[in-house]
């Protein structure tokens, strides 16, 4: 016991004060005010009491003078300073505190409502009161190319909104949004924070009023569940009576039928895995055809467009197609909104049709009267120098440069495919390539013998058999000597592929650039270039891979992401890229020039056009093999004017629009 005492004499003095001092802090508000109060009262009277005492004006008497530093304390602290009778004084002090007390709580209730609405505003919470904007639920990796795309298709509207809604800050998506997006012109960019399955949410971003509204899937497992239940929100915060256009994707064909269901008859909801296996297939099949792709699907170059005017009325497709200077007619889109691609020359537009072309804008196309366009380009040459100072034109008739209107004869040959890699969608490219590729075709997959990667080969060799040989070589393509035991230039293409994304794994193209290491030094070795077409998820990770210019990348999520944003532009695209993309009816094909016209020689775009048109074939572009490895577009050039004059190389390649593989 003595000794304890003796520790507790010897604590700090100034220990204990503070002690007693946080003590009372504890007690609530009235300790507070309290200490406040007594703060002031030891500040505001020593400093009273000296101004009287200092002033030569001041009462003799000392009752005079305490008097005077009341008054002068009351006024500082604004307690009123009364002097007289206790009684008085008293009722003074109650009424300042009164008066105190009302003008405090409404400075904190005014304090507290403009903080309020300001933490609401930074949340993201106020509700949009915009018509005729374009709505983006969801954060992915689709979100910079989307806002990009939407910002670029929109920059010539002076009103144009796009507001995301997403289940992030305001303050990150605006961050993220200024850095992957830049700056926005005349667009105004609105983000707001809230989850998208929720209607309450839904509802800040006005979507009975929005022009189009954008569902996008996150790249996690349940990014497709939280798609439809997007999409039933969505139908409710709307309503039965306010049905509004909506592009969603789903990355698993087992949730298309419920989204589409959910999002009723105005939703598009396109599946990802099948759009990219598709895709992957047709560039390993044609070379170069990713950077048509790319250039269509992209609003900085050509895109289609639909062009109405009255002038078609009657008029044949042929006809007009020929009278289109500065467009690539493609196609009819009919007044109840089919499109009808290639469409035979004798097809007449009927009222309410209109023109599908590839074009800069709708308002670049303008149709002559009659007659085709022929000519030489104002510009001269692209590539050829000016044999003179006059516009050049071609050196000899059309009759002698075209080569004969029919399709040249092809032979179907077993092709040999390599692909190295195993994910989800691996099973749809080898469906896509039993479905595109003549029978005996050969595909050697060169992937790790996981039980569900043997399970999934072992599933797709029974459906796709009898037309494609499925042959699995267990390895891990990432490892070189897997690389040194593969004959690389045996085949006619590579797919490489990626790992599906997990949370908590690396990131998929880490592997796919390794690999695409080793593939590249094989080929070196080999001394024979092979067409490599390579899947990603990042775009980034597109500029540092070890490729040759010009290869084939199908970058998945900014695919998907430019494909909704030219929909939501313009919604005849659906039936068109659906067409595009699939394994029959027409599609896109990068073919020898000398289909088309006489290599070797000078001609005009024009007579390109006369000559496939002749096969059953709508040019749109070329791609000139002396600049297939100049960047960025590789020597890609869509919808040249009819009248550019070009020498054409042996190995040119003509953009056409045609039916068949």
Same mark, same amino acid.
């Given at each position: 016991?003595?000794?304890?005492?003796?520790?507790?004499?010897?604590?700090?003095?100034?220990?204990?004060?503070?002690?007693?001092?946080?003590?009372?802090?504890?007690?609530?508000?009235?300790?507070?005010?309290?200490?406040?109060?007594?703060?002031?009262?030891?500040?505001?009277?020593?400093?009273?009491?000296?101004?009287?005492?200092?002033?030569?004006?001041?009462?003799?008497?000392?009752?005079?003078?305490?008097?005077?530093?009341?008054?002068?304390?009351?006024?500082?602290?604004?307690?009123? &300073?009364?002097?007289?009778?206790?009684?008085?004084?008293?009722?003074?002090?109650?009424?300042?505190?009164?008066?105190?007390?009302?003008?405090?709580?409404? !400075?904190?209730?005014?304090?507290?409502?403009?903080?309020?609405?300001? *933490?609401?505003?930074?949340?993201?919470?106020?509700?949009?009161?915009?018509?005729?904007?374009?709505?983006?639920?969801?954060?992915?990796?689709?979100?910079?190319?989307?806002?990009?795309?939407?910002?670029?298709?929109?920059?010539? /509207?002076?009103?144009?909104?796009?507001?995301?809604?997403?289940?992030?800050?305001?303050?990150?998506?605006?961050?993220?949004?200024?850095?992957?997006?830049?700056?926005?012109?005349?667009?105004?960019?609105?983000? /707001?924070?809230?989850?998208?399955?929720?209607?309450?949410?839904?509802?800040?971003?006005?979507?009975?009023?929005?022009?189009?509204?954008?569902?996008? %899937?996150?790249?996690?497992?349940? &990014?497709?569940? $939280?798609?439809?239940?997007? +999409? #039933?929100? #969505?139908?409710?915060? !709307?309503?039965?009576?306010?049905?509004?256009?909506?592009?969603?994707?789903?990355?698993?064909?087992?949730? #298309?039928?419920?989204?589409?269901?959910?999002?009723?008859?105005?939703?598009?909801?396109?599946?990802?895995?099948? *759009?990219?296996?598709?895709?992957?297939?047709?560039?390993?099949?044609?070379?170069?055809?990713?950077?048509?792709?790319?250039?269509? #699907?992209?609003?900085?170059?050509?895109?289609?467009?639909?062009?109405? $005017?009255?002038?078609?009325?009657?008029?044949?497709?042929? $006809?007009?197609?020929?009278?289109?200077?500065?467009?690539?007619?493609?196609?009819?889109?009919?007044?109840?909104?089919?499109?009808? +691609?290639?469409?035979?020359?004798?097809?007449?537009?009927?009222?309410?049709?209109?023109? +599908?072309?590839?074009?800069?804008?709708?308002?670049?196309?303008?149709?002559?009267?009659?007659?085709?366009?022929?000519?030489?380009?104002?510009?001269?040459?692209?590539?050829?120098?000016?044999?003179?100072?006059?516009? =050049?034109?071609?050196?000899?008739?059309?009759?002698?440069?075209?080569?004969?209107?029919?399709?040249?004869?092809?032979?179907?040959? %077993?092709?040999?495919?390599?692909?190295?890699?195993?994910?989800?969608?691996?099973?749809?490219?080898?469906?896509?390539?039993?479905? /595109?590729? =003549?029978?005996?075709?050969?595909?050697?997959?060169?992937?790790?013998?996981?039980?569900?990667?043997?399970?999934?080969?072992?599933?797709?060799?029974?459906?796709?058999?009898?037309?494609?040989?499925?042959?699995?070589?267990?390895?891990?393509?990432?490892?070189?000597?897997?690389?040194?035991?593969?004959? !690389?230039?045996?085949?006619?293409?590579?797919?490489?592929?990626?790992?599906? @994304?997990?949370?908590?794994?690396?990131?998929?193209?880490?592997?796919?650039?390794?690999?695409?290491?080793?593939?590249?030094?094989?080929?070196?070795?080999?001394?024979?270039?092979?067409?490599?077409?390579?899947?990603?998820?990042?775009? /980034?990770?597109?500029?540092?891979?070890?490729?040759?210019?010009?290869?084939?990348?199908?970058?998945?999520?900014?695919?998907?992401?430019?494909?909704?944003?030219?929909?939501?532009?313009?919604?005849?695209?659906?039936?068109?890229?659906?067409?595009?993309?699939?394994?029959? &009816?027409?599609?896109?094909?990068?073919? =020898?020039?000398?289909?088309?016209?006489?290599?070797?020689?000078?001609?005009?775009?024009?007579?390109?056009?006369?000559?496939?048109?002749?096969?059953?074939?709508?040019?749109?572009?070329?791609?000139? @093999?002396?600049?297939?490895?100049?960047?960025?577009?590789?020597? !890609?050039?869509?919808?040249?004017?009819?009248?550019?004059?070009?020498?054409?190389?042996?190995?040119? $390649?003509?953009?056409?629009?045609? %039916?068949?593989?």
């Amino acid at each position: 016991m003595p000794g304890g005492r003796r520790r507790f004499r010897a604590d700090a003095v100034g220990d204990r004060l503070r002690y007693w001092f946080d003590t009372t802090l504890t007690r609530g508000t009235p300790a507070l005010v309290g200490w406040l109060a007594l703060a002031c009262l030891v500040l505001v009277v020593p400093v009273s009491v000296l101004l009287v005492w200092t002033d030569h004006r001041a009462p003799a008497s000392l009752g005079s003078r305490i008097a005077a530093v009341w008054r002068s304390t009351g006024q500082t602290l604004r307690l009123g &300073g009364e002097v007289g009778p206790p009684l008085r004084v008293a009722l003074s002090v109650l009424l300042a505190l009164i008066a105190l007390f009302y003008v405090s709580t409404l !400075v904190s209730l005014i304090t507290t409502g403009i903080t309020d609405k300001l *933490i609401a505003l930074d949340r993201g919470h106020s509700t949009v009161l915009e018509r005729g904007h374009t709505a983006v639920l969801g954060w992915s990796e689709q979100i910079p190319t989307v806002v990009t795309e939407l910002v670029t298709a929109q920059a010539h /509207r002076r009103d144009s909104v796009v507001v995301v809604l997403a289940d992030h800050t305001m303050a990150d998506m605006e961050e993220e949004l200024r850095a992957t997006v830049g700056g926005t012109g005349r667009t105004r960019l609105i983000c /707001r924070t809230g989850r998208p399955t929720d209607p309450v949410a839904l509802a800040r971003v006005s979507p009975e009023t929005a022009d189009c509204v954008l569902v996008l %899937p996150r790249d996690s497992p349940r &990014g497709d569940v $939280e798609v439809v239940k997007t +999409l #039933l929100s #969505l139908s409710a915060a !709307v309503g039965e009576h306010h049905p509004v256009r909506v592009i969603a994707a789903v990355r698993d064909d087992r949730y #298309l039928a419920a989204a589409r269901l959910a999002g009723g008859d105005r939703a598009t909801v396109l599946d990802m895995d099948d *759009i990219s296996a598709r895709l992957l297939v047709q560039c390993a099949r044609r070379p170069g055809l990713s950077l048509v792709h790319q250039e269509l #699907l992209d609003f900085a170059g050509h895109e289609f467009h639909t062009v109405r $005017e009255p002038g078609l009325l009657g008029r044949a497709f042929g $006809e007009v197609a020929g009278a289109c200077p500065e467009s690539s007619a493609v196609g009819i889109v009919q007044g109840d909104g089919t499109v009808t +691609l290639n469409p035979p020359r004798d097809t007449r537009f009927l009222a309410g049709d209109g023109l +599908l072309v590839v074009a800069a804008d709708a308002g670049s196309t303008r149709i002559a009267a009659s007659g085709p366009v022929d000519g030489p380009s104002p510009h001269g040459p692209a590539e050829a120098p000016a044999p003179s100072p006059t516009p =050049p034109r071609a050196p000899a008739s059309p009759q002698a440069t075209r080569v004969p209107a029919s399709p040249p004869a092809s032979f179907a040959e %077993p092709e040999r495919f390599l692909l190295l890699g195993w994910n989800r969608r691996a099973h749809r490219i080898a469906g896509q390539l039993s479905r /595109r590729t =003549p029978v005996g075709s050969v595909l050697d997959v060169v992937a790790e013998p996981r039980a569900t990667t043997l399970a999934a080969i072992r599933t797709v060799t029974r459906s796709v058999g009898h037309r494609l040989s499925v042959v699995h070589r267990p390895a891990d393509p990432t490892l070189r000597e897997t690389m040194d035991g593969l004959d !690389v230039t045996g085949y006619d293409a590579v797919i490489v592929l990626g790992p599906d @994304h997990r949370e908590g794994h690396d990131d998929p193209d880490d592997g796919t650039l390794v690999t695409l290491l080793h593939l590249r030094a094989r080929e070196r070795e080999g001394g024979r270039h092979v067409p490599v077409v390579t899947e990603m998820t990042d775009d /980034r990770n597109r500029l540092i891979a070890p490729v040759a210019p010009g290869a084939d990348f199908v970058v998945s999520g900014r695919l998907i992401g430019l494909l909704m944003t030219q929909i939501s532009q313009n919604p005849h695209l659906t039936g068109v890229f659906e067409e595009l993309f699939s394994a029959e &009816g027409n599609a896109l094909h990068l073919r =020898p020039a000398s289909h088309y016209v006489t290599t070797g020689r000078t001609a005009s775009f024009a007579e390109v056009v006369a000559s496939a048109a002749g096969q059953g074939a709508c040019a749109i572009g070329y791609r000139s @093999h002396t600049r297939s490895a100049t960047a960025p577009h590789h020597g !890609v050039r869509l919808n040249p004017p009819k009248a550019h004059v070009r020498h054409w190389h042996p190995r040119d $390649e003509v953009v056409v629009v045609a %039916p068949g593989e």
